[in-house]
């Protein structure tokens, strides 16, 4: 399944944006899928992750507290919502299906994990201006 990622701009420092990530197939947003993030002259790292099943939700401590990643299955797309924007969140953003590890915290079920199945798509570029 193909996934397209929307939404990217330029914002100041404190700004919002909202992500999305729609599949290009019926139900394709219902997989485990992670938004990955490439700074300029950084390599790509994963920002949050979403699973397939009922999880707590990964994210980069870097942004906890800050982003949201959801689904909407009606839409078929995963979004990922992003507040307080610091410069350090400049890059592009792209959303990929992922492998999740998952583990159980006390009576939660948490996505501990993801690393990406692929393939990349083009991406969304997020720029922060201070």
């Known amino acids: 399944v193909q996934l397209v990622e929307s939404g990217g701009g330029f914002v100041q420092t404190g700004g919002s944006l909202r992500l999305s990530c729609t599949a290009s197939e019926e139900n394709g947003a219902r997989q485990t899928i992670a938004w990955f993030r490439r700074a300029p002259g950084k390599e790509r790292e994963g920002v949050a992750c979403?699973?397939?099943?009922?999880?707590?939700?990964w994210y980069k401590d870097s942004v906890k507290g800050r982003f949201t990643i959801s689904r909407d299955n009606g839409e078929n797309t995963v979004y990922l919502q992003m507040n307080a924007l610091e410069s350090e969140d400049t890059g592009v953003y792209y959303c990929?299906?992922?492998?999740?590890?998952?583990?159980?915290?006390?009576?939660?079920?948490?996505?501990?994990?993801?690393?990406?199945?692929?393939?990349w798509g083009q991406g969304t570029q997020v720029t922060i201006s201070s």
């Open positions: 990929v299906t992922a492998f999740g590890v998952f583990g159980l915290e006390g009576d939660d079920l948490h996505t501990l994990s993801c690393r990406p199945r692929g393939p």
């Open positions: 979403l699973s397939d099943v009922e999880t707590i939700p």
